[in-house]
């Protein structure tokens, strides 16, 4: 073996191991590190304007850019997490006597299964019936008491990465541009391939910010909004909890405000199931059709099951942040496959060829590529 290949072996040997020591050392910082990429690259205009401003003075205007997102996003958010986890846990020990209610009740509905088949040889069963779904509903209330108390638990977790998101972002925005570029030199690809790929990760990025999280915060606000004419116990709670429903394709809202509106209507609230239908069906429910299209044109390029199912795989691994970060693994996922396809182009059999072309002999080809030659139309 030459010197130069055990050369180049042991020097690629130690980068994997280097690096992937040094990633699972850091393992706990990538997300903030990942979030402060992807805020500086959606500020860095407004960065640049501001430093332009500032006559050249690139980290006052970080500094001051780092406050704007102090002061615009973060401190809305924490009194936004207070006042939803309040209601929360007003409603999680408010739903089992509310539901006790809605049982022993008579209500609208009671009439109408009166008058079903065999109702009476049920009705002895029904203290038991009652029994059965309180327990069902104190295991709900148990989860969510317990799903306030771990998120009381990360609270701190999140605090600190937030610290870390804004330290990097600090950074990110005078260094950022080179970074970038640093990387992108180790990157052993064509630099049409890189450009495709920053290409898709910084539109896919603005299309996810710009239309999953504005539309969401539009539609759980109007929802919300909705669920307190209603006279719905937590508004606020309910219209977070739809903001971030709003990101699943084909569903949104819909999985909050349509179970409210059918217990509504069983309860006899005519006014507020109403209420229900107009504003998050009507209203909310056409927000997406009028808003989406001019907030994010064709950004994102993908089909709805891969917005479906990165939205959901995100959430699934990555918690909430999985909203921003599923679709773009997602596009990115489908980016390399089409640069894929264009490298080994020769070396991947023609697919889609119908079947009266395979069909047609060699000789037979030839002797139509030379008439068209020959053909002086």
């Known amino acids: 073996m030459k010197r130069e290949t055990i050369n180049t072996v042991v020097v690629l040997a130690m980068v994997v191991v280097i690096s992937g020591i040094f990633l699972s050392m850091i393992h706990q910082f990538l997300m903030p590190i990942f979030m402060a990429g992807i805020f500086t690259a959606m500020l860095g205009p407004a960065h640049r304007k501001l430093t332009t401003w500032l006559g050249g003075r690139e980290h006052i205007a970080s500094v001051a850019m780092i406050i704007g997102v102090i002061l615009l996003v973060l401190v809305p958010l924490t009194i936004l997490v207070g006042i939803v986890a309040a209601q929360a846990m007003t409603v999680s020990q408010n739903v089992t006597p509310f539901i006790h209610q809605f049982i022993e009740k008579p209500t609208v509905v009671t009439e109408y299964l009166e008058k079903i088949p065999f109702y009476h040889e049920i009705l002895p069963y029904r203290d038991v019936l009652i029994e059965r779904a309180g327990q069902v509903v104190a295991a709900l209330s148990s989860f969510l008491l317990d799903s306030i108390s771990s998120v009381t638990k990360v609270t701190i977790q999140a605090i600190f990465g937030t610290i870390i998101m804004l330290y990097v972002m600090f950074f990110f925005f005078s260094m950022g541009t080179a970074l970038l570029n640093k990387i992108l030199y180790f990157l052993p690809l064509e630099d049409h391939d890189e450009q495709r790929l920053l290409k898709r990760f910084t539109s896919v990025t603005r299309a996810t910010i710009k239309g999953t999280i504005i539309i969401g915060i539009m539609q759980g606000a109007i929802c919300g909004f909705a669920f307190f004419l209603a006279g719905i116990q937590g508004p606020v709670f309910w219209g977070t909890i739809m903001a971030v429903t709003s990101v699943i394709p084909a569903f949104g809202t819909t999985l909050v405000w349509v179970p409210a509106l059918i217990i509504l209507g069983l309860i006899g609230n005519y006014t507020g199931a109403i209420i229900l239908a107009v504003i998050c069906g009507l209203i909310s429910g056409n927000l997406d059709n009028l808003v989406r299209?001019?907030?994010?044109?064709?950004?994102?390029?993908?089909?709805?099951?891969?917005?479906?199912?990165?939205?959901?795989?995100?959430?699934?691994?990555?918690?909430?942040?999985?909203?921003?970060?599923?679709?773009?693994?997602?596009?990115?996922?489908?980016?390399?496959?089409?640069?894929?396809?264009?490298?080994?182009?020769?070396?991947?059999?023609?697919?889609?060829?119908?079947?009266?072309?395979?069909?047609?002999?060699?000789?037979?080809?030839?002797?139509?590529?030379?008439?068209?030659?020959?053909?002086?139309?």
């Open 293 to 377: 299209p001019r907030l994010v044109g064709k950004d994102t390029e993908m089909h709805d099951l891969y917005v479906l199912f990165g939205t959901l795989g995100g959430i699934s691994m990555f918690g909430i942040l999985g909203i921003i970060v599923g679709p773009i693994i997602a596009a990115l996922f489908i980016t390399i496959w089409d640069i894929y396809g264009d490298s080994f182009r020769d070396y991947l059999p023609v697919v889609g060829t119908s079947q009266q072309d395979m069909q047609t002999p060699p000789e037979a080809e030839e002797m139509q590529e030379s008439d068209e030659e020959s053909d002086p139309a």
